[in-house]
């Protein structure tokens, strides 16, 4: 009889993003505060009266007890939320 040799593969620990490292550090004292930035595009038509508005963007605010931190725009929320995180991070 054959024996069939057993690996043991120890599984790779997660990368954390910086949101989930933030939430280690502070847990309930980091407060993100998301909102909504509404870009207006100027058309070609200077007689339109109705504002073209352009696509939703999101900005985060994160506030720690030492520090607050202010992201740039992105398309998504999350992406936002990792960038302030990010930024707290660094600093």
Do not use: W
Request: with cysteine; glycine share 4%; proline share 8%.
């Amino acid at each position: 009889m054959e024996t069939k040799e057993q690996r043991v593969v120890a599984p790779k620990k997660p990368t954390l993003t910086p949101k989930a490292i933030i939430h280690q550090k502070f847990g309930k004292n980091a407060c993100y505060v998301v909102e909504e930035v509404k870009e207006v595009c100027q058309t070609g038509c200077p007689g339109l009266s109705i504002p073209q508005t352009g696509p939703c963007l999101y900005r985060c605010t994160l506030q720690l007890p030492e520090l607050t931190v202010v992201s740039e725009t992105f398309k998504k929320k999350k992406d936002a939320e990792q960038s302030a995180a990010e930024m707290a991070i660094e600093k």
